[in-house]
């Protein structure tokens, strides 16, 4: 029964070891001096220095940035007043129909989506660029913001808003100090996942980029195909770090929001 129990443990280690394995290869790598990845012969930041000092890199990672924040604040104010609209939808069919778009947008493959925003782009004279890049990501982002706040609404009691309504509160009011708060969390989560998707892009980017523009995953993959060179690893390890400090940023918030009488002002 003991060793029944352990089962699922030593599977999940096992899990864990084989998907975080190959990034902490990499990443010990990026401090080798060798410059190969065969051999580590001595500790150095001499790749980290190189990252920092390329200024066309910190351009394309401030291009990414800028992204990514835009496109995750845009999206979630959009993905927050459809998941408000499809939860509060009267017609039962309507709203399933809606919410089955919403899905397959989210499970369509990103080549498809990429070549799709390529061909909209050409065909209405759209410059590919960071117009091109920002509301493509901000597309893709909506699907996921509208799944993460979806279910906080549906778990919400009509007799909140019920008990707000006979207390004298405006539409406005039941939205923002009813409604809002209770589904933070779920928004939270949606502008997160959204930043992170942003950030972590590729396929969709690749298709609607263009010259004088670019993003660190594309980037990444330009220099890889010129050839592995440990200042990628380093790249790499930067990213895995902000990524790193993204969830546990969210974690942190979502915490906290969770506390009680954490906003309560004596």
Known sequence: MT?????????????????????????????????TMSHFESMTFEHYAAVFEDKRLIIILINTIVIALLSALIATTIGVLGALTIAFMKNRSM?????????????????????????????VGV?????????SHI???IPIV???VLPKLQEMSPSLIDAAVDLGAS????????????IKPGILAGFFLALTYSLDDFAVTFFVTGNGFSTLS??????AR?????????????????????????????????????????
């Open 3 to 35: 060793k029944l129990r352990k089962l699922p443990k030593v599977y999940l280690t096992f899990v864990f070891i084989i998907l975080y394995a190959p990034i902490f290869y990499l990443i010990f790598y990026s401090f080798n001096s060798g410059g």
């Open 95 to 123: 709203r399933n129909a809606v919410l089955s778009l919403n899905n397959i947008l989210i499970v369509s493959p990103d080549v498809i989506i990429g070549a799709s925003f390529l061909i909209l782009f050409t065909i």
């Open 127 to 135: 410059k590919l660029g960071f117009a091109s890049v920002l509301i």
């Open 139 to 141: 597309a893709f982002s």
């Open 146 to 148: 509208v799944i993460m």
């Open 171 to 182: 539409k406005r009011d039941v939205l923002m100090r009813v409604v809002i708060p209770y």
């Open 218 to 223: 594309v980037e990444i993959y330009s220099m």
């Open 226 to 266: 010129a050839g592995i060179t440990l200042t990628i690893n380093a790249l790499s390890g930067l990213i895995f770090l902000v990524t790193i400090v993204l969830v546990v940023g969210y974690y942190a918030i979502n915490r906290k929001s969770k506390t009680p009488f954490a906003g309560v002002r004596k």
